[in-house]
């Protein structure tokens, strides 16, 4: 089974960009559809994005179109979240999630439909 890691978290000003990796290991990397999920003080884990296995399909929540990009390079066995025109509503700790499938185009916005999980990584949007 897989192990996810982020890394990438941290202080930010409004209107700043972060990138967020997710580094997995134990697991074929490329057997995963994979996403990023967010959780606030107080508020439920919510979907972010998220990528299909190989072709590269992705999806976000309306609130980061435009604004965040998930992307996966499978050589390094890495996804990456690059969150631009961040907003003080963004400061939540982010997870990483992958759900092993042998779709290689589906990609997955439900939080229980994963069964892989990072620790999260904290970013936090100053005014």
């Known amino acids: 089974q897989v192990q996810l890691v982020e890394s990438g978290g941290g202080l930010v000003q409004a209107g700043g960009s972060l990138r967020l990796s997710c580094a997995a290991s134990?697991?074929?990397?490329?057997?995963?559809?994979m996403g990023w999920f967010r959780q606030a003080p107080g508020k439920e884990r919510e979907f972010v994005a998220a990528?299909?296995?190989?072709?590269?399909?992705?999806v976000y929540a309306d609130s980061m179109k435009g604004r965040f990009t998930i992307s996966r390079d499978n050589a390094k066995n890495t996804v990456y979240l690059q969150m631009n025109s961040l907003k003080p509503e963004d400061t939540a700790v982010y997870y990483c999630?992958?759900?092993?499938?042998?779709?290689?185009?589906?990609?997955?916005?439900?939080?229980?439909?994963?069964?892989?999980w990072g620790q999260g990584t904290q970013v936090t949007v100053s005014s």
């Open positions: 999630s992958g759900e092993r499938t042998y779709c290689t185009s589906c990609y997955f916005s439900k939080a229980d439909t994963f069964h892989y």
């Open positions: 134990g697991g074929t990397f490329t057997a995963y559809a």
């Open positions: 990528i299909s296995r190989t072709t590269g399909n992705t």
